[in-house]
Structure formats: C-alpha cells, structure tokens
C-alpha cells in the first residue's frame, strides 16, 4: 500500500471509507410568527390584472448589516453575495406585481430601516443580517416574516449569515451564492407551514391533500408533493408514468424533514438536505413554485439536473442496492475500493460507506445492522467529495490543481468535468508505476460535438472521441482506456455555461434535441482496483448534525 499527500490506492482489499463531509449547514426557516399584511384593497385590481407576470421586485435592506461591526471586507462580501443571489432569483422567478407597498417594523427581531418602516414599493423585502453567536456549523439561516393576508405568499424575509460563512478565499461567490439561494427558496416556497398556504387562481387556498399525500415504498412510509405541475416535470424527468409524487425527505430532524426533496432521488438538486459537490436547479423544483400559484419560472436550468434522468419508475421503487449490487451505477455506487464521479461529472470523489448503529431493517442493503451508505439518501452509498482545506476542492471546474502528479495531465477549468480513466502517457509511465492499471477519478477538458451527438476529450495534446452513448475509448500514446459518458450527461445547454448560476445568469435552456434518440444507460463502470481519495482527517467519521433551539435547523 503507497500513500501519496492526496492519495492511496487499495488492491484486493475492502475498505469503510472514513473522512470528514465538508457540510454547507442552513438554518432553514425559523419557526417565528409571522404577519399577515392587509392587501384586501387591493384583491380586486390583482384578480383583473392576473395576467399581468413580471420579474420579482426585491428590496435588499442592508440596515441591520450597518449596525453590525462587521469588517469591511465581511460586509462587501455578504453584499455581493446577497446581490448575485437576487439577480439568479430575478432572472427565474415572475409574480404578479403586489399593487401596495410593503412595511414592516422587523423581521425575526432583526431591525429595519425607516424606509421598510414606512412602506416601499416591492414584491419582496429581504433583509441581510448576520449572527455571531451561533458556532455550531451552521453558515446561514433565514424567516418568514411577513406574508400576503389574500393570497398567503411570502412578502418579506430574512437571510442571517453567521461566524462560519467563508467568503476570503477561492470559490467563496459560487458557493455562498447556493447557500444564499437555498435559504431564500426556502424563504418563496419550500417550507412546509407554506405548503398549507399554497393557493388557486382566485386567492383561495389549496386542499392539503392537493398539495401532499403519502405512500409506502420500499416499506417506508413517505410524504410527497402531488401538486400537478411537480408531477408532470417528475413524469417527464424520470421517465415513469405511474408517479404520483416526488418524495420528500425523511431523514435528520425536525428541521430537515419534509422541508427539502428526498436526496435518494433528488441528490444533485439544490434543495435537498444535505451539502452535495454538484448543485442544480431542476425543473421539478421550478415546478413546485409555479404549484404554489405565486409565481411563474423561466426554465434556465441548461438541463443540468441529471440525476435519475430516464431511469424509470425502478430508480423510485426499487431499494437503491439488492444483493450487494446496484442497478443505477450512474446515481449509486457499490464498491468501496472504487474513485466515483458525481452524476453530472462535477466533482470526483469517493463512494460513500460508514458503520452505524441505526440502520433500520428497510435500509439494511449489506445484510448488515451497521454497514450502510449515506444517511440523506436513505443510506444509498453515492458519491462523495472528502472534504478538504478549500471550497470545492474535488470540483473539475473551481478545484485545487496538482492533485495528482502534473504527468497524468489533469485539467482544471470551466470546460473539465470528471472521467474515471486508466490513462497514463507512455512518456511518463516510469513514474507513474503505480498508476497503471489503476481506475482513477480524474478531470479532463471536454468539448460538446452537437452535431455528431458526441463527446471529445482531451487528455494532454491529443484527443478522442467518445460515442453518443458512451463506451471506452484509447488514446493514441497512452496506455489504459478512457470510460465515456452518456452524451447527455454533459451536454444538455442550449448555449454555452459552466455552473447552476452561470447558466441562470446568462439564460439558457435545455437543448431541444437532448435525450431524442433511445436513450439507454450504458453502465459501463469499471469494476478494477482504483485509486482513491483520502483527507487528513481520515480517522474519523462525521455525519452532518441537526440541531433545533428555538430555530428549526436545516443542513443544506
């Protein structure tokens, strides 16, 4: 066995892989009262003028933030984050406009300024503020504070960034920029009290049971969003007819229950409950703010939430792992001795295992009481990033170059994505000894062939490229053998973006001709020794915490 700083290689051994999950913790919605404010005046212009959808107004109140002794390089950060999370809810989200002003005297106990105080003219009010006395892991939490008295949609809210945020080092924007925008949705639309506010054309409110219902699968009883729109975005996604609904989660505490989509089947989503190393926006969770009847969506996803794509009714029914073994090798993983890709070919990491003793009989895929994957996901084993010194080290497009050594000629950019690969440049090979043969997660440059439906890689100076449905392919110089992707599973932007938000931010849509053909996962994993990924604080194991006090804690 050889440790490398990064890395270690197992051959012929099984292995629990321990290491730290470098977790984005929220604080969820607070559990505090909230005002209805009186529009009643104004219901009867509104119900004239429903046709009448346009962007969100947001009135950002900074005035708390001023009070606070924040450094200057804090409060310019917070700023910019909270600016670039507006304009990514601007550019998704249309209402119809309020037709009164907006005033509240504060929010969760936060004050305001006298301008919110005497009313301004908006569809929604956030306030920035930023708590230093929570040091428990959590980033961020935020409140309703106020909703609308006719039709109960959320008018103003708050964003509390705490001591833990990281804003003075590399990848800090993108990556408060999905914490920001997970608290403000939860904020719009996804919290639970708001599912029985949910609203028709009229103001009135929806039936619960129009909102939510339960079923059992897989002998675990589980809620779900019903709501026309989330179903028929779900159908489409999954490729299964016969849902009824899309799960939400039923693991963690109070706080993380029902209050974000189901991570077993929703991983990559930016709305489930757990940090992931690849976030995107789905369609399905577009489509749960249009049920809400408060707003309408512009599909600028880039069709990036790919997780699941196509799978069938099995990938919701069936139990992630049977007999050791799964089906849905794209979306879980079965071997510990392998490196892993995450599903959209983000970030590398590892598949995820750990002991526990609180494995129920429905979750016991191993045979075993205290063998299981990851707790979010129903104990399915995904992959997962070790956690390290820098934010999103193991990403393809923002992480740490010279991971492995500069002969192996990874690539990190905004055109990378994740390949798992026994390359090695003959040129190199005397130095790489312990490289060859061995299956490692490792980031290439790629380039989308739209015409051909195809995928080119470039390993160093050379390319190749990958068939529509994937395969392996060589390189000319190199020994080993590249394992190709779908088409589909890096190629689905209309137009060019690299990210979740720099694909909002610059508008684009899912390509029209993606997924035309018959679609067919290849599941060619490799099933060789590899090498995978270790941190220095691989002695132990940390899960992700919940906590409740007086605010209902939710890990994003």
């Known amino acids: 066995m050889i440790v490398y700083p990064k890395i270690q290689y197992f051959i012929f051994y099984t292995l629990f892989l321990e290491f730290v999950i470098s977790h984005r913790a929220c604080g969820g919605v607070r559990d505090s009262n909230v005002t ?22 947001i009135y950002v109140d900074y005035y708390s933030l001023h009070q606070m002794n924040l450094s200057s390089p804090m409060l310019t950060s917070i700023k910019t984050i909270i600016n670039q999370t507006v304009s990514v809810i601007q550019t998704l989200i249309n209402v119809q406009p309020s037709g009164f002003n ?33 040091d428990d892991g959590t980033e ?25 945020i990281r804003y003075n ?15 403000l949705t939860h904020v719009l639309v996804f919290s639970e009290k708001l ?21 059992t699968i897989n002998g675990v009883e589980r809620l779900m969003i019903k709501t026309p729109k989330v179903v028929a975005a779900a159908k489409k996604h999954f490729g299964c007819d016969k849902l009824i609904g899309v799960e939400l989660e039923n693991q963690g505490g109070i706080g993380t229950m029902t209050n974000h989509w189901e991570a077993r089947i929703m991983l990559t989503d930016y709305m489930i409950g757990v940090s992931y190393d690849e976030t995107t926006i789905s369609d399905i969770t577009l489509a749960l703010l249009e049920d809400s ?39 879980y993983c079965d071997s510990s001795t392998l490196p892993t890709c995450s599903n959209g ?14 494995i129920t009989t429905p979750y016991q895929y191993f045979g075993s009481t205290s063998r299981g994957g990851f707790r979010d996901s129903d104990y399915c084993p995904i992959p997962v990033a070790p956690s390290g010194s820098k934010l999103m080290e193991y990403n393809c497009k923002y ?26 440049n003959y040129n190199y090979a005397a130095n790489l000894t312990n490289y060859i043969g061995k299956v490692k997660a490792i980031c290439y440059q790629y380039y989308c062939d739209d015409i051909n439906k195809g995928v080119i890689v470039n390993v160093g100076k050379i390319n190749s490229t990958c068939q529509t449905s994937g395969g392996n392919v060589t390189f000319p110089g190199y020994s080993g053998e590249l394992y190709c992707p779908d088409y589909n599973l890096l190629c689905t932007m209309s137009s060019y973006c690299y990210s979740m938000i720099d694909c909002v931010l610059k508008k684009v849509v899912e390509k029209n001709d993606t997924y035309d053909y018959n679609y067919i996962r290849n599941h060619q994993i490799p099933t060789k020794d590899g090498i995978v990924f270790l941190t220095s604080n691989s002695n132990f194991l940390k899960v992700f915490s919940f906590i409740s006090f007086i605010v209902i804690y939710i890990f994003i």
Request: charged share 20%; glycine share 6%.
């Open 36 to 57: 209805l404010f009186n529009s009643y005046p104004n219901k009867g212009k509104r119900m004239l003028d429903s046709s009448n959808w346009s962007p969100i107004r």
């Open 102 to 134: 907006i005033s509240i005297n504060s929010c969760g106990g936060i004050p305001v300024s006298p301008e919110v105080i005497s009313g301004v003219d908006a569809d929604l009010i956030i306030i920035p503020s930023y708590d230093n006395n929570l």
């Open 140 to 164: 961020a939490y935020s409140s309703i504070c106020v909703q609308d008295s006719w039709n109960y949609r959320p008018l103003a809210g708050l964003i509390s960034f705490t001591r833990n």
């Open 169 to 183: 080092e590399p990848n800090w924007l993108e990556y408060n920029t999905v914490l920001a925008l997970h608290e």
């Open 195 to 215: 599912f029985y506010n949910f609203t028709n054309s009229d103001g009135s409110i929806k039936d619960f049971s129009d909102v939510i219902t339960k079923q």
């Open 293 to 331: 009847g408060w707003y309408k969506t512009n599909n600028y996803t880039a069709g990036l939430f790919r997780y699941g794509k196509n799978e069938g009714c099995s990938f919701l029914n069936s139990k992630c792992i049977i007999d050791g073994k799964t089906s849905f090798p794209e979306e």
């Open 345 to 358: 070919r983000v970030s590398k990491g590892n598949c995820f295992f750990q002991n526990s003793d609180q």
């Open 399 to 424: 992480g740490v170059d010279n991971m492995y050594p500069f002969t192996l000629e990874e690539k990190i950019s905004n055109n990378s994505a994740c390949f798992l690969s026994t390359l090695v």
